[in-house]
């Protein structure tokens, strides 16, 4: 084993015990709700079939009602879509703290987006890897799309893991999840489990068009993961840049309460209106800002998932 998944591993042990064994005991397997697709044979009707499952032609031919039988459908593709311009190698928003930790913000390191990328698409492909599940990835940024065919094992995952890590880099290319999201709608055929894993704090009509195609195919889930506050008293003293600018965020900037406030609105504003369109397209969304949550919020994108399909 690994270094990605034995770090995942650690966490999952540490972290929301009783919710994670939940999500290990089947929480996950029910996102798809329903019987198997594939026709398998026709046999005699009986009391307590459900009569959509008739062949009235066949019945009319043989003269009794006979209905469909299908094959159960138990395994599940999962499709981890993550977008990986240089973006996601800044770092990531300072969440909250457990209650009963003393530990105080200001000494707390936030974490990069890329870990927090990895160890979203790590928990989830682990789920599936417990469940005999395949997994497989497509990543990509403004220059160049890669998919990686699906496969089973934690070595296959954690070698997924170590390509999405590898291909994030601050000198690397922008993001583009437009792109990414075109070349699923082109090159995936077979129906999956679609986490779409970004940073992008707002969607575009183009973005919005594109999950429209693939939530007619597949069951597309979203995870974003939230930016850092420059402006966040917690980092007072620390040196910050700015990835895509390349440049260092001015001390003044960082201090400037009203800039806060501006910042602080946007930033609701962007993920009010970013969930009120998912919900337009039928998607489940959630936010991820540090490791402690991401679990938490996993679990939540699942189970709002499976209770979305029920209605």
């Known amino acids: 084993m690994t270094a990605h998944l034995t770090r995942i591993k650690s966490r999952l042990s540490i972290h929301a015990h009783r919710k994670v064994r939940g999500l290990l005991e089947g929480e996950y397997a029910a996102i798809h709700a329903g019987r198997g697709i594939d026709f398998n044979d026709l046999r005699e009707y009986v009391r307590g079939d459900d009569v959509k499952d008739i062949d009235w032609k066949a019945s009319a031919r043989s003269r009794q009602l006979l209905v469909k039988r299908y094959v159960a459908e138990r395994k599940h593709t999962v499709l981890l879509c993550v977008s990986t311009g240089r973006s996601t190698a800044a770092l990531a928003g300072v969440g909250a703290h457990p209650a009963g930790h003393a530990t105080d913000r200001a000494s707390v390191v936030p974490p990069s987006k890329r870990e927090l990328a990895v160890f979203v698409a790590g928990v989830t492909g682990y789920l599936a890897v417990q469940h005999g599940d395949s997994v497989g990835l497509v990543r990509g ?171």
């Open 141 to 311: 940024d403004a220059q160049r799309q890669h998919v990686a065919r699906p496969g089973s094992g934690e070595l296959h995952l954690e070698r997924l893991l170590g390509e999405v890590y590898d291909a994030i880099s601050p000198d690397g290319p922008p993001g583009d999840l437009t792109a990414l999201l075109r070349h699923v709608v082109r090159t995936i055929r077979r129906r999956t489990i679609l986490l779409v894993v970004t940073d992008e704090p707002a969607l575009t009509e183009e973005q919005a068009m594109l999950l429209r195609r693939l939530t007619a195919q597949h069951e597309v889930l979203l995870l974003t993961l939230g930016d850092l506050d420059p402006t966040d008293s917690a980092l007072a003293g620390r040196r910050l840049l700015d990835v895509d600018a390349g440049a260092e965020v001015p001390a003044w900037l960082r201090r400037d309460a009203a800039l806060h406030r501006e910042l602080a609105t946007l930033v609701a504003d962007q993920a009010q209106e970013m969930r009120r369109r998912l919900d337009q397209l039928g998607i489940v969304q959630e936010q991820v800002g540090d490791l402690d949550g991401a679990v938490l919020a996993i679990h939540r994108l699942l189970e709002r998932h499976r209770h979305a399909r029920r209605r």
